[in-house]
């Protein structure tokens, strides 16, 4: 973990409010691990406007150029600035935060994204197909605006499906829609997930019946990122009732059964 | 060749001795394990601990942050594990990277401020000074209610340090209108110090939902947004001249330090700051080094207050 | 085509009608002057003037501003060419553009403000509102002193309605700590609304020559800093269901205004915004109305202190 | 007096912290007149750091191009966002604001200008040459920065003459060197002067002794520009003691020997 400015290689608009922000980083190339993330500082030096640091996954290493990217919706301020960013120009940032997955023992694995939560699967789906896993990488979207995202998808040694809801791109569907049958057919798969509250929540709902370990990368407001604040906060079932664990140095990755939704 | 002996940068709070000004506040530095893995941070002037209750304590409902303009509001409930968790999993390791720490501790009466001041007596010598947390808005029965009691302050500072023998700081909240008459209690109280400000309080409602942005609906408003409304307590209550002040709130620069040095604080505190620059203690403290030098001020004692020397009224 | 019946966006507050709940706060927009040039302020809600005392005031020394984090420290001292020039300087243009307008006013004790209301008996008709500033930090005498004593609050709101029968709008400052009992002090006076909050106590130093950036030393900070606080102010005292509020403090956009009345605001004032934004009022005004279209919601009325619906404690 | 957004043309360092812009304005061009000034927003849309806009003279006006140029110096937060605009970036400003000169019966006129104090000069310069005015242009600099104006200057009909304190260009010294001799060399001129606080002063104090009419143009840290907030106050005397006067609607001229200076 280390604070660093990296220098921006390319930004670029792949779709309505998304966009790929790759840059130099040997050293994220050497020591992040899919499951972490970082956390980038979102306003020019010296200003406080936004104030608080962003927390993004990695997406996609290039180790042979050095280079990370991250891909991000703009949703408000601070990826709004990102977004205007231009190769050339620097970005501050920390890390990589928060706790690496073990792929170990995974032999088969089914990553469950929803819109811009493919963001940190993509690089996981990469890792454990290099490591001999079969993946099947499940995405859902609302909108279209990921499509260009299909030729990423198609360098992966792995199979892959989209739901799409504009019905432009993929199954016309939720993601979800997947076990609508009411059968198990990822039985032997253990499952990563990332995507909005909903999806998770009909996940947790739908995977209840089965035996599958299902990991959910989770997102919350966070304010310093490295377990110091107590801001990012989570209800975890515990025996009697829940404790309250941290996304950021805690996670961000829990197991889905055991997450308390709000 | 020689090296320059730089300027001295010994403050003292009451009995409270620090090497140099800069400290960090409750609650925005937990005890220091995860900023020592970015500086050493044994070069700070001290390193308050978050806010220790007698019993841990989970917390409030999330969301617990919520970013605003220049600043962010957090609603975090105090959550902590105990003092018995502070003496068993975080005072080792201040020990090991050699941390000079002030214990910031809280309680929902005096009773439980008592006995969290038993339970310390056995580690008085691993900390130079205890803060009572008598301010922070967050949660209802403890902090708001003493603040408005100067009586229980008085009898709080007054109880910790005969239990404790070990230097007091009181720190206020600025929701109460004029801190004079906290300070003195606190001061009557027999505290070294008073620290200000806590968090002002504040909420923020989202639009679409009509939903409050925090779980506990208000928080505390901390960052560079509070500053100026920090910047007056620190001059009005050194102007009283009631206790040594340590001055925080929205301190982001080595220039906001040596501002509130120049109102009235002898020691500063970081908070909201270090999660947005991980550096910012020792970078701070270097600074105002660089500034004391390219001055040709020897003591940075000499500063603390000036504000007050340059106004005539 | 039939044009479309957008909202409704009629506001009362007590016997206060507005057509809508856009006003611009007093001291931020002259009398509406000025930016008459840039769009016609006959469509806001209200116009607020500058504070008016019985004689011209000189003011503070300058200087009178200085930015800070996300917003502004005054002290302008309540500089104004008192009430007679108001009546001769102002109204007639007032009554020109069409504007409806909320005069402030504000003396050194009760004796100063029932001269200006006596003054005022005879342009009853051509204000719909007063506002008592009663809060304002940068005057020594007048302002705080009053917030703290709730029975002044009561007698000046009492006297000045007496006397002009006219609706009275009591405007409050948040240096006081708890605002319940002056809002309550201020309905028991007869007062038709509440408006707040009025500026924070500030200071601001610069760390080269020790001095204080703004004549005065303190001033009031205003700005999208203080909106946490503002918003937090009006949660708590629509919640407690005193008076209607006007809500201030840090607009900046549509989203804030919204925000604001979601608290609890039925109006809401624009201050230091007009500053940086000119066209502030009727922008905000405009997408207020196209908000509650795309939520088809009718009437403006219905998201006035939705927070606390949504709220189950 | 309009709001406007504006497209930027250039914006060029020209010297040490010394940045040119250029923009297009035919508004500006068709209503700008010397003494006034404009104000504009340094911080981008939706942010707030920095809040206020802030106050900038206007250096030259292109008729031919609809380009209008503010020659700044960085000083803070404002002017380091001004100078990282780029051509094609666009500013919003307000303006023209505070009062126009009358040139009306200038005939010889002497300008004098304190480092970035020149910059509503030489305009004025301009103009007045321009209506057969005998102009002498008196300018002084801490610094050799503003070195890269003397094409600008000599481009000028007009007479100009350099004080430098580093000795680096024109005569080592102070502006008010020019008078030290004690005789007014400029008996039948009008004078205008802008520059910092302390020039000002002490031109107040050389002028006391002469008959010429003096125009100082003011600074004062401004909220509103526009006459609304007070904020801009300057004493000014008046019989038995002094006024404040706004120097954003009241000024920013005013007859030197009014000025009291703090
Ligand atoms: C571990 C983690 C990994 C993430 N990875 C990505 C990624 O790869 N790509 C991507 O586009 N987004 C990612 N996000 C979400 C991303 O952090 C938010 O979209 C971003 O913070 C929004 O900032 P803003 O200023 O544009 O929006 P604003 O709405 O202006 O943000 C206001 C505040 O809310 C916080 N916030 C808003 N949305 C979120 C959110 N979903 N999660 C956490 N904080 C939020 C911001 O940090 C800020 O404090 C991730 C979030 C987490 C927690
Ligand atoms: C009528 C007028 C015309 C001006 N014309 C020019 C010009 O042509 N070129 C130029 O370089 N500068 C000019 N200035 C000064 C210019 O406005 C300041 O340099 C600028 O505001 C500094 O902003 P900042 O954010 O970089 O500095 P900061 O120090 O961050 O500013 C902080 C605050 O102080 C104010 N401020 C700082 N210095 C001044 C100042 N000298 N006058 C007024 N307010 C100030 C800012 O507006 C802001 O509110 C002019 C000032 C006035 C009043
Ligand atoms: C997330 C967070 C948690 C805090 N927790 C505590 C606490 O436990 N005890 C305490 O006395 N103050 C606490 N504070 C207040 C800070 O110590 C400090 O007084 C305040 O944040 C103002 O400083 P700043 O503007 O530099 O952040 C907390 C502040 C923040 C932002
Ligand atoms: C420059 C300035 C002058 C003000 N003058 C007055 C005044 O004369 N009377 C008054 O009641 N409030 C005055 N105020 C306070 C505003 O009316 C308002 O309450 C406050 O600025 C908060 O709103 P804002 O954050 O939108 O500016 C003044 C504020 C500013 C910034
Ligand atoms: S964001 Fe601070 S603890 Fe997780
Ligand atoms: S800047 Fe507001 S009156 Fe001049």
């Known amino acids: 973990m280390k604070l660093l400015d990296a220098e921006i290689v390319n930004n670029i608009r792949i779709g309505e409010g998304l966009y790929k922000m790759e840059f130099f980083s040997p050293y994220l190339c050497k020591n992040f691990k899919p499951g972490q993330f970082i956390n980038i500082k979102c306003s020019p030096e010296g200003l406080f406007d936004p104030f608080l640091r962003r927390p993004f996954s990695i997406y996609d290493i290039e180790n042979n150029f050095n280079v990370v990217s991250v891909l991000y919706l703009v949703r408000g301020k601070g990826t709004k600035y990102l977004s205007g960013l231009e190769k050339g120009d620097n970005i501050n940032f920390c890390g990589p935060l928060g706790n690496p997955l073990s792929f170990e023992n995974d032999k088969k694995v089914l990553l469950i994204g929803g819109g811009i939560g493919i963001a940190p699967l993509y690089l996981m789906a990469k890792k454990l197909s290099g490591q001999g896993a079969l993946v099947y990488f499940l995405c859902g979207f609302k909108e279209s605006n990921f499509r260009l995202l299909e030729k990423d998808f198609l360098r992966l040694n792995a199979d892959y499906k989209i739901y799409c809801e504009d019905g432009m791109w993929g199954e016309v569907g939720i993601v979800t829609d997947e076990f609508a049958s009411g059968k198990n057919k990822f039985e032997d798969y253990k499952v990563y997930c990332c995507g909005p509250l909903e999806m998770l929540k009909k996940l947790q709902a739908i995977f209840s019946k089965y035996n599958n370990t299902v990991i959910a990368i989770l997102e919350e407001k966070m304010a310093c990122g490295i377990g110091v604040c107590m801001g990012c906060a989570v209800k975890i079932k515990q025996k009697g009732g829940f404790a309250y664990k941290k996304v950021c140095s805690d996670g961000p990755s829990f197991n889905l059964e055991e997450v308390l939704f709000g | 060749m020689v090296k320059e002996k730089g300027p001295n940068l010994k403050v003292n709070l009451g009995t409270i001795e620090l090497d140099n000004p800069v400290i960090t506040c409750s609650g925005t530095f937990s005890s220091g394990l995860e900023y020592g893995k970015f500086y050493d941070i044994s070069?700070?002037?001290?390193?308050?601990?978050?806010?220790?209750?007698?019993?841990?304590?989970?917390?409030?409902?999330?969301?617990?942050?919520?970013?605003?303009?220049?600043?962010?509001?957090?609603?975090?409930?105090?959550?902590?594990?105990?003092?018995?968790?502070?003496?068993?999993?975080?005072?080792?390791?201040?020990?090991?990277?050699?941390?000079?720490?002030?214990?910031?501790?809280?309680?929902?009466?005096?009773?439980?401020?008592?006995?969290?001041?038993?339970?310390?007596?056995?580690?008085?010598?691993?900390?130079?000074?205890?803060?009572?947390?008598?301010?922070?808005?967050?949660?209802?029965?403890?902090?708001?209610?003493?603040?408005?009691?100067?009586?229980?302050?008085?009898?709080?500072?007054?109880?910790?340090?005969?239990?404790?023998?070990?230097?007091?700081?009181?720190?206020?909240?600025?929701?109460?209108?004029?801190?004079?008459?906290?300070?003195?209690?606190?001061?009557?109280?027999?505290?070294?110090?008073?620290?200000?400000?806590?968090?002002?309080?504040?909420?923020?409602?989202?639009?679409?939902?009509?939903?409050?942005?925090?779980?506990?609906?208000?928080?505390?408003?901390?960052?560079?947004?509070?500053?100026?409304?920090?910047?007056?307590?620190?001059?009005?209550?050194?102007?009283?001249?009631?206790?040594?002040?340590?001055?925080?709130?929205?301190?982001?620069?080595?220039?906001?330090?040596?501002?509130?040095?120049?109102?009235?604080?002898?020691?500063?505190?970081?908070?909201?700051?270090?999660?947005?620059?991980?550096?910012?203690?020792?970078?701070?403290?270097?600074?105002?080094?660089?500034?004391?030098?390219?001055?040709?001020?020897?003591?940075?004692?000499?500063?603390?207050?000036?504000a007050s020397d340059k106004i005539k009224r």
């Open chain 2, 43 to 306: 070069k700070l002037g001290a390193v308050t601990t978050k806010s220790f209750s007698l019993k841990p304590k989970k917390g409030n409902e999330p969301p617990r942050t919520c970013e605003v303009a220049c600043g962010l509001l957090n609603s975090i409930g105090l959550q902590n594990d105990g003092i018995n968790s502070f003496k068993k999993d975080h005072l080792p390791y201040i020990k090991k990277l050699n941390i000079r720490v002030i214990l910031s501790i809280f309680g929902q009466d005096i009773a439980e401020f008592r006995k969290i001041a038993k339970e310390i007596v056995d580690i008085r010598q691993d900390i130079i000074a205890l803060e009572l947390n008598l301010s922070c808005p967050n949660v209802e029965k403890g902090g708001m209610a003493f603040c408005t009691s100067t009586d229980d302050i008085k009898n709080i500072t007054h109880e910790v340090k005969q239990i404790t023998k070990i230097p007091v700081i009181v720190k206020l909240s600025p929701n109460v209108g004029d801190l004079s008459m906290p300070a003195i209690s606190a001061r009557e109280g027999g505290a070294d110090a008073i620290s200000l400000i806590n968090t002002v309080i504040g909420a923020a409602f989202d639009i679409d939902s009509f939903k409050p942005k925090l779980g506990n609906i208000q928080g505390g408003l901390s960052g560079p947004a509070v500053k100026p409304i920090a910047i007056a307590n620190v001059y009005n209550l050194y102007k009283e001249n009631i206790l040594p002040i340590i001055g925080m709130g929205g301190i982001y620069s080595w220039e906001d330090a040596v501002e509130f040095m120049i109102a009235g604080a002898k020691a500063i505190g970081l908070g909201s700051v270090n999660f947005v620059n991980y550096m910012a203690g020792i970078e701070i403290l270097e600074n105002i080094k660089k500034y004391l030098t390219s001055k040709n001020i020897t003591d940075i004692n000499s500063i603390i207050g000036r």
